[in-house]
């Protein structure tokens, strides 16, 4: 089997409730996101989607991704899509970084891989684990009081986890955890995310302010070292997210018991293929993960929905559905939240067949010629 077409296409995605709102007045109010189509001469197509989260979250910006995706095409033609690993390493040798440029192609390889084998990706990735798995939710920055009334109305959903946007002014920070670990029923769970907002000052004094609540501390500050000094300096759990990047970050970090989770988000690692390596060490680790991406609507949403449903639950602390989040659907078959929960597909791949109506033209096609 060879890849015989390359089509890329820009979907834009609006959200619900209007603008999504983080640390630092960072803010986004519709998705850009990119699509890409492998064709083969097997007639077996598959599909993946990379989304930034804006070009001021990670080093990664949509358009990027789709100039990146040009440089790449050529190399992919003739290449046997099933084979994942040689393709990443073809990838990582005409690119060098910019992981988040090739997770679409390595997913819409997953995608291929599974159609041919006749089985979901996340059997592939290692088998399903039970019906299905826990969500969180999070919470777009706000004041104190609208915040913790958005944890009361997305329970009433089913969700039990939630992530509160923080990282601002460090006083309303402390008020806005406050406030929402008030209205928090047994068995919740409450995650603090400053997205590296915080000077370390700053986040010493929120942790310390905090003490008394039950609440996870994620990425308080933007290096590595900032938010170890500040891990030493609290009890509560601790969550790296930004800064793990690669499977040597994450060793370094495990060395030093810089967290009891790390996020780990599939286009920040460069595809599923190495997702699932990073996956996999945490599980032999005992490290907990949340499993994500940085965004994305149903394809991407699918995408996680398999590395998170072939995880094993005691390690899973949560995974999303981004594409609850948006007002456009862009592909068939994508998973749906219920209660709180989700499940993968059972369907061949990733499960999902593009609304292609509303792909629309795609951006550039390339077939070696």
């Known amino acids: ?54 070009p001021f979250y990670l080093p990664s910006y949509a358009a990027g991704a789709r100039a990146g995706m040009a440089e790449l095409a050529p190399h992919l033609i003739g290449m046997d899509p099933t084979e994942t690993t040689a393709v990443n390493r073809r990838l990582d040798a005409a690119l060098k970084g910019h992981p988040y440029v090739k997770s679409a192609i390595d997913m819409a390889c997953w995608d291929i891989l599974g159609k041919v084998a006749g089985l979901p990706v996340c059997t592939l990735l290692g088998g399903r684990y ?4 826990v969500l969180y ?56 995310d400053a997205n590296t907002g915080w000077l370390m000052h700053e986040a010493a004094r929120v942790v310390r302010a905090v003490r008394d609540i039950d609440v996870y501390i994620e990425q308080p500050c933007a290096s590595y070292e900032e938010c170890l000094a500040i891990r030493r300096r609290t009890d509560h759990p601790f969550v790296m997210d930004e800064s793990i990047d690669s499977v040597e970050v994450l060793l370094r970090g495990r060395a030093d018991l810089a967290m009891d989770v790390v996020n780990l988000k599939i286009s920040k690692l ?32 699918a995408a996680i929905s398999h590395l998170a449903h072939s995880t094993p639950p005691e390690l899973l602390f949560t995974s999303t559905d981004f594409n609850s989040y948006v007002t456009v659907s862009t592909a068939e078959g994508a998973p749906q939240r219920e209660n709180g929960r989700m499940s993968a597909s059972q369907a061949p791949g990733l499960g999902i067949t593009p609304r292609m109506e509303v792909l629309g033209d795609p951006v550039f096609v390339h077939n070696g010629a």
Request: glycine share 12%; hydrophobic share 35%.
């Open 1 to 54: 089997m060879k890849i015989t077409r390359v089509s890329v296409y820009q979907v834009d995605l609006p959200l619900h409730e209007g603008t999504y709102k983080w640390s630092g007045g960072k803010s986004v109010e519709v998705f850009d996101s990119t699509v890409v189509q492998l064709e083969t001469d097997a007639g077996v197509t598959g599909f993946g989607e990379v989304c930034p989260l804006g």
């Open 130 to 133: 039970g019906d299905d798995f």
């Open 137 to 192: 939710r999070a919470i777009s920055q706000q004041s104190p009081e609208e915040m913790a009334a958005n944890i009361v109305g997305y329970r009433e959903q089913g969700y039990r986890r939630f992530q509160l946007k923080v990282g601002g002014d460090p006083d309303t920070d402390i008020a806005r955890i406050r406030a929402a670990s008030q209205v928090l029923e047994p068995g919740d769970k409450l995650i603090a």
């Open 270 to 301: 460069g595809g599923l293929t190495k997702a699932r390596q990073a996956r996999d060490l945490c599980a032999s680790l005992g490290i907990a993960m949340t499993i994500e991406d940085a965004w994305g609507g149903d394809i991407v949403t």
